[in-house]
């Protein structure tokens, strides 16, 4: 137990440290900020390179309190602070980024722009699952591709976090969409309504000349990077298609860009954590898909297994072996 001044959190203390429950003095909310009463936590992969010592673009030193999304309810707000009180149920991506306290703690402070109020018909723990993946999605499709109806989109990596929320996202603004994975993922990709492209025995040519019949596809977002990025470009529609890429951190030949013509954005969803610049945008595209999700356009895919904090360790070592089947949530 802690007292009122107190509050419990998971410390990460060196590179590749244990995850150590910890009694931290409980955060008062300045101007602008709100303080949240944490009540679910999402597990991301870069909260496990932070964990490791390689998330230097996070800006996230060690030891630190680790966590980017979470759900919980307004305790307390800040000076400046409208349009939350306390008992209001929020969702955000705003915390263990850039120096900030994470959320695998029973609280934490919020920028109040970061925030959004939680889909009524998701709970807690669903909802701490979506925050990073629904903007990385978003400032893709809906913010740099403009996807709309009549297009033809191909999401690398569809049963994924960003993936799997994609091939929502654009099926909901009326695209036709299609999405790759390996032979065990079909049921996901084709339960949210795409049509499965098994990457592993159909070759970029195949698909596209089977799909598109050769012209390629209007929007190809890539989750996955790598080699899959060179695919996206091989993929991608002759003078009017739009390659995204969440992971494009390697070397790359644009060659194949650009003969076809196309063109590329990248998509860095932590810029308005490192910056500052950009966060009622994020706030905003939190409220526009909890529309979506409310009108049941937009789900999340959760692993069926269920972690605290006292069981968090568990939930790091399923993403690292790879063995989660949807995304991870702590419960606080």
């Known amino acids: 137990m802690t ?10 203390e060196t590179a590749n440290g244990p995850l150590r429950l910890v009694s931290l003095q409980r955060p008062a909310p300045g101007a602008g900020e709100v303080l949240v009463r944490i009540k679910a936590s999402g597990v991301n992969p870069l909260d496990l390179k932070i964990r490791a010592g390689q998330g230097a673009h996070a800006r996230q030193a060690l030891p630190a309190v680790l966590g980017i999304d979470l759900a919980g309810v307004v305790e307390a707000v800040g000076e400046g602070v409208h349009g939350w ?10 915390t263990g980024i850039g120096g900030a306290q994470g959320s695998l703690a029973e609280y934490a402070v919020v920028d109040a722009r970061l925030l959004a109020r939680k889909p009524s018909n998701l709970s807690m723990r669903e909802a701490a699952g ?5 903007i990385t999605a978003w400032e893709g499709l809906v913010d740099r591709a403009r996807v709309r109806a009549g297009q033809k989109v191909l999401i690398h990596g569809g049963a994924g976090g960003v993936g799997h929320v994609a091939v929502q996202l654009a099926r909901a603004y009326g695209a036709e ?9 079909r049921a996901i990709i084709e339960g949210f309504g795409a049509t499965f492209i098994d ?12 799909h598109t019949a050769g012209e390629g596809f209007d929007i190809v977002y ?19 298609g739009h390659v995204l890429s969440c992971l494009g951190w390697g070397q790359h030949s644009l060659a194949p860009l650009s003969f076809r013509g196309a063109t590329y954005s990248g998509v860095f969803t932590l810029l308005p954590l490192l910056t500052g610049t950009g966060r009622e945008h994020h706030g905003d595209i939190l409220r526009q898909a909890a529309q979506l999700i409310e009108a049941g356009r ?5 692993d069926p297994r269920r972690f605290t904090l006292e069981t968090a360790e568990d939930a790091h070592g399923l993403l690292t072996s790879k063995g989660a089947r949807g995304r991870l949530v702590i419960e606080i």
């Open 199 to 210: 990457h592993r025995q159909t070759p970029v040519e195949e698909y596209v000349n089977e």
């Open 130 to 134: 979506l925050p990073l993946v629904v």
């Open 85 to 94: 009180v306390p008992g209001d149920e929020v969702y955000a991506m705003a």
């Open 222 to 240: 890539d989750t996955v990077g790598g080699e899959t990025l060179d695919a996206s470009f091989k993929a991608v529609r002759v003078y009017h």
């Open 3 to 12: 007292d009122s001044l107190h509050m419990r959190a998971l410390m990460v």
């Open 298 to 302: 937009v789900s999340p895919l959760l």
């Open 177 to 185: 969409v299609f999405a790759t994975g390996s032979a065990g993922q």
